[in-house]
């Protein structure tokens, strides 16, 4: 026996009857399959096609009395009323429009001017103006008042400075450093955690050289050279209260002795 392979039919959604699948049109979409058909056959589908532009606000299924009992089963859709312009009644305002209406209108010759976007650019200041008026952070410190300088919780002050060639440069120094570098003119406060030094190796080189007019300290010859009246072996640092100007010779022979050790000789 051979089996016969019948055609694959589908019922129709308006006429009610089996009909093959191509009389019917495909569905497309991402979740249709290959036998997915839509639910009109071939002639219902002309027929409601003639009848569309007859009646296009009437229901399809009343529209004509070939197409009545073409309609889909299931409960009929409720028949409206058609409404006459004359019975419609007028849209209700939103409330926002209500209240609109309902204040009183403003004069325009009471009302001022508004200035022009060109105006109000030119009376804006710009960024680069607002921030050359640096914010108030309190009363700023004398320079040569030492006790404002306070440490930080390691104990410490930053110190600020340039170097010959205007590099800048930064450090942490201890509090008591500090305080001596301030009162030995080395060095000004600019807030209280932060000193500056106020020369660089060449410019303290030349102001201590000129101060004392290139005579030794010692000898009261001819010298190029700076030497520390308090040694740094022996806790002296370079500032213009501890640095004199000296010859070579004296220089090399007091190394690090006191003043009075090495005048006493």
């Excluded at 209406?101 to 004069?107: D, G, I, V, W």
């Excluded at 607002?130 to 930053?158: C, E, F, H, N």
């Excluded at 030995?184 to 000129?210: G, P």
Aim: glycine share 6%; proline share 9%; hydrophobic share 30%.
């Amino acid at each position: 026996m051979t089996d016969i392979l019948l055609p694959l039919s589908k019922k129709c959604a308006y006429c009610q009857q089996l009909k093959p699948l191509s009389e019917f049109r495909r569905r497309t979409g991402k979740r249709s399959k290959g036998q997915s058909r839509r639910g009109a056959c071939r002639e219902c589908r002309k027929l409601r096609e003639a009848a569309a532009p007859a009646a296009p606000l009437r229901s399809k299924a009343s529209s004509t009395p070939a197409l009545a009992g073409l309609a889909p089963s299931g409960p009929p859709p409720a028949q409206r009323r058609p409404v006459s312009a004359a019975t419609a009644l007028p849209p209700k305002p939103s409330p926002a429009k209500a209240h609109q209406h309902s204040l009183p209108e403003r004069s325009k010759e009471g009302k001022a001017p508004s200035a022009s976007p060109a105006a109000k650019a030119k009376s804006r200041p710009r960024g680069a103006e607002q921030r050359r008026t640096p914010p108030y952070r309190g009363v700023k410190p004398d320079p040569q008042d030492v006790s404002a300088l306070v440490p930080s919780a390691q104990g410490m002050i930053l110190m600020r400075g340039h170097s010959d060639k205007g590099r800048r440069w930064h450090q942490e120094i201890d509090l008591e450093l500090a305080v001596t570098l301030v009162k030995e003119k080395a060095a000004i406060v600019l807030n209280r955690r932060t000193i500056r030094r106020l020369y660089s190796n060449k410019d303290f080189r030349k102001l201590i050289l000129t101060r004392d007019n290139y005579t030794c300290y010692f000898c009261g010859l001819y010298g190029d050279t700076i030497d520390h009246l308090l040694p740094r072996a022996k806790g002296g640092h370079t500032t213009p209260v501890n640095c004199v100007c000296a010859c070579n010779l004296c220089n090399q022979t007091k190394a690090d002795q006191y003043v009075e050790e090495f005048m006493s000789r």
